[in-house]
């Protein structure tokens, strides 16, 4: 039985990831920052099968020891402060756990292999945000970084840490460059789950109206359940690698609402939705769109879920979540 260690389980990719692994029988273990986590409780009740430990990203006398007592297979470096309009709010944060976490978290695999005497297969969560003023279109692994924000300056240090160890170490080291994935679980400050939320809302009169702020900002959108199989399948092969994973095909913010209100019967949402400047980013990054190919040449790997079937989904997701809560009162 292989074991796996995940570092930010508790989000989106990390509950997924755990449920696709503990699939293929793996022993699972997720690391939780505080000992009185309420999304620990949240996790022991949806994923009876993970073994949760305490640990931060940003204390490496943690992360040794929670490597120690996983003694795990493959370890999945999942968290971070992933919202990038935060980044400009707390940078220094920011770029503490995004950026130096990697770096902890690189070194006490290093620690424990040395130690040990046993091989670790590590993976690293990069960001189609490292790319931003994007120099090439499509985006792939040999294209030029240029970050324009906090966050996407923190994720290329990641990045490129986690290539310096494989190199300097010969660790089994590999990077996804995953572009923007999304699902029900994605947070509310997301502007996908802001949208599908706000939209399930305005359905059930809820409320009136949403506030967005740049609608012709265009992402590479793809489903996060599909994206967490790329995670694994980068640590199945002999040799580490950096995988851009991506659907290929671009969205606008309008094409998201186009699909959202369409879910609830609406054909024109410009009623319900107004630009507000304050969230517009103060540097906006160019047209993100990956290029997957390496991926599905030398992983297999390619996305299944569309992104109308994606937002959908999220719209119904929504939808039924609230009128659950208004059953359970």
Same mark, same amino acid.
């Given at each position: ?160 840490? !986690?290539?310096?160890?494989? =190199? ?5 080291? *590999? $990077?996804?460059? %995953?572009? @923007?994935?999304?699902?029900? /679980? ?9 949208? !599908?939320?706000?939209?399930? =809302? ?5 409320? *009136? $109206?949403?506030? %967005?702020? @740049?609608?012709?900002?265009? /992402? ?110």
């Amino acid at each position: 039985m292989k074991t796996a260690l995940i570092t930010g389980i508790t989000g989106q990719d990390g509950l997924y990831l755990s449920e696709f692994l503990h699939s293929r029988g793996y022993r699972v273990f997720g690391l939780v920052r505080g000992q009185n986590n309420p999304k620990a409780e949240a996790l022991a009740r949806t994923h009876p099968y993970v073994t949760v430990l305490h640990g931060n990203l940003l204390d490496i006398s943690s992360l040794v020891r929670a490597v120690a007592v996983a003694a795990p297979d493959e370890v999945y470096n999942l968290g971070a402060i992933s919202y990038v309009a935060y980044s400009w709010d707390n940078a220094l944060m920011t770029s503490d756990v995004t950026g130096r976490g990697v770096l902890n978290m690189l070194e006490a695999i290093r620690l424990y292999e040395e130690h040990a005497e046993k091989r670790v297969r590590f993976y690293q969560a990069s960001s189609s945000e490292m790319f931003g003023k994007v120099q090439s279109v499509p985006q792939h692994e040999g294209t030029l970084l240029w970050p324009r924000s906090p966050y996407g300056v923190a994720k290329t240090f990641g990045h490129y840490i !986690t290539i310096n160890y494989r =190199e300097s170490y010969g660790m089994h080291a *590999s $990077s996804g460059i %995953l572009f @923007n994935h999304e699902s029900p /679980r994605r947070g509310p400050e997301f502007v996908t789950r802001k949208v !599908t939320r706000a939209v399930a =809302e305005i359905s059930l009169g809820l409320r *009136s $109206s949403i506030a %967005l702020g @740049n609608l012709d900002a265009q /992402r590479d959108w793809g489903f996060a359940g599909d994206y967490v199989e790329a995670m694994w399948l980068m640590l199945q092969q002999d040799v580490a690698d950096d995988y851009v994973i991506a659907t290929g095909v671009t969205h606008s913010i309008r094409d998201l609402l186009d699909v959202a209100f369409q879910e609830i019967g609406i054909a024109d949402w410009h009623p319900y939705v107004h630009q507000d400047p304050a969230l517009i980013r103060p540097a906006e990054v160019d047209q993100l769109i990956g290029d997957a190919s390496k991926a599905r040449r030398q992983l297999g790997w390619q996305p299944r879920v569309s992104f109308e079937e994606l937002i959908r989904m999220m719209v119904r997701s929504d939808l039924d979540a609230h009128v659950s809560a208004q059953e359970a009162v």
